[in-house]
Nanobody, 124 residues
Framework: QVQLVESGGGLVQAGGSLRLSCAAS????????MGWFRQAPGKEREFVAA????????YYTDSVKGRFTISRDNAKNTVYLQMNSLKPEDTAVYYC?????????????????WGQGTQVTVSS
């Protein structure tokens, strides 16, 4: 069993930055691919970024490429999402997710664990 707890959300002006963290419990964190998703009001939950178990492979949705960076520290059981040049359209609840492979996370074909989410609000 793995529990995921997100933190780092908040209110920021357009152009600003935030760093989200997702702390995982359990000894098997390093065996999972990890991802970030977001859900804006009235919209479907969408993929944002994913990272392989060793950090060697990274995946991003087109709208965040060049602005967001996903990383992980397996010694700390934590995955991060550095968000720069934030835009009002980035406003959403951001969720952390764990799955067996990056492709299963990106495509949402298999996600074993979800976090509870953290709110990010970007003002114009």
């Amino acid at each position: 069993q793995v529990q995921l707890v997100e933190s780092g959300g908040g209110l920021v002006q357009a152009g600003g930055s935030l760093r989200l963290s997702c702390a995982a419990s359990g000894r098997t964190f390093s065996s999972y691919a990890m991802g970030w998703f977001r859900q804006a009001p009235g919209k479907e939950r969408e993929f944002v970024a994913a990272i392989s178990w060793n950090g060697g492979s990274l995946y991003y949705t087109d709208s965040v490429k060049g602005r967001f960076t996903i990383s992980r520290d397996n010694a700390k059981n934590t995955v991060y999402l550095q968000m720069n040049s934030l835009k009002p359209e980035d406003t959403a609840v951001y969720y952390c997710a764990a799955g067996p492979l990056p492709r299963t996370v990106v495509a949402r074909t298999r996600i074993d664990y979800w976090g509870q989410g953290t709110q990010v609000t970007v003002s114009s």
